[in-house]
């Protein structure tokens, strides 16, 4: 079993005393809480393999929420996360974020989502077509100190972190990654959102401690909500240990029913001298106590394969 160590070196001592010292600057201040569960089950199949069912991924996640007088100030927040049946289990977020006066600026400590593309306030980890992010940036959080807010319509988020993503447990050397993401949002409704991102740094390989990789990747996203549906895009490129880097991502949600969805998706990435493409075409019903979604995926490498996938989603959310 592969287990994300927390010991106790520099980091997991000083997200032991985070909550106590960010509490502090909230004199007189309330607290709520709220605790989530979800399951991702999954059963694949394809032409290249034999057909395999998992647990993908099991998540306990706890939020606390602490407010004064001005709103919301203080959010103290934990992910833990099961991997691929139970094998691999991490703590894959855990944050303390101090909120200034209308959310202009945000102080975040921790291990958190980077600000980068559309990864600001979007994921594909329980979905079944991935973006960009584990092909050109190589993970989704990482632990350090982050500086966001919202200036009008303008909303910004800047980044300094250690480069271990949430597999590794830092042991606080010194930054290694920085990464930042300014956007802004239009329409009267704001139903379209616009980003431009930079990564730069030193990221260390999944599963491997002593394996480090330089990436150098820009990024222009791009998300259109009128309101039956939702278009997301996202164009990257750079360097990944000094070779050549492309890639996009596109991904449309329509609301076919009140409980029904159609997802339409494609990337492309294109590293050195090779170019993969993915194509996607999935439903997603929701029913009282669970979330179904089934799709194909066609994959064009060196071969082309043929993948037809089932998931079963659960999502569990309790205030107290």
């Known amino acids: 079993m592969k287990t994300a160590a927390f010991g106790t070196d520099a980091f997991s001592r000083c997200l032991a005393i985070l909550p106590v010292l960010l509490m502090l600057m909230v004199p ?28 993908n991924i099991l998540g306990l ?13 203080l959010i103290l927040f934990a992910l833990f996360e099961e991997h691929d049946d139970f094998s691999e289990r991490m703590l894959h977020e855990v944050y303390g974020r101090y909120k200034g006066p209308m959310g202009k600026w945000n102080l975040t400590l921790g291990r958190f ?3 980068f593309g559309l990864l600001t306030d979007f994921t594909t980890s329980r979905l079944l077509f991935e973006s960009l992010t584990p092909h050109m940036i190589g993970m989704d959080v990482d632990s350090g100190l982050m500086v966001s807010g919202v200036l009008g319509d303008f909303e910004y988020g ?14 606080f050397e010194g930054p290694e990654v920085y990464s930042g993401r300014v956007g802004m949002t239009l329409g009267d409704s704001g139903d379209v959102r616009l980003g431009l991102s ?9 599963h491997h401690r002593n394996h480090w990789i330089d990436r150098r990747i820009v990024s222009a996203d791009m998300t259109i909500q ?9 164009i990257q490129g750079g360097e990944i240990d000094g070779r050549s880097a492309r890639g996009a991502f596109a991904m449309t949600d329509l609301a076919v029913l009140p409980d029904l969805d159609l997802t339409i998706a494609g990337r492309l990435v294109r590293y050195h001298q090779s170019t993969e493409g993915y194509g996607y075409f999935g439903l997603g019903y929701r029913l009282p106590w669970f979330t179904i979604r089934g799709g194909y995926t066609y994959a064009h490498s060196e071969t082309d394969e043929h993948i037809v996938s089932l998931q079963i989603y659960r999502m569990l959310s309790v205030p107290f």
Do not use: C
């Open 28 to 55: 007189g201040a309330q607290a709520s809480w709220n605790f989530s569960a979800d399951l991702d089950a999954r059963l694949t199949d394809s032409d290249r393999e034999e057909a395999r069912g998992e647990i």
């Open 61 to 73: 996640s706890l939020r606390n929420t602490i407010a004064d007088e001005g709103g919301d100030r």
């Open 113 to 115: 989502g980077l600000p």
């Open 158 to 171: 800047l980044a300094a972190t250690q480069g271990y993503g949430g597999h590794m447990t830092p042991e």
């Open 198 to 206: 930079a990564l730069d740094g030193k990221i260390q390989s999944e």
């Open 226 to 234: 009128p309101g039956w549906w939702t278009a997301r895009v996202e």
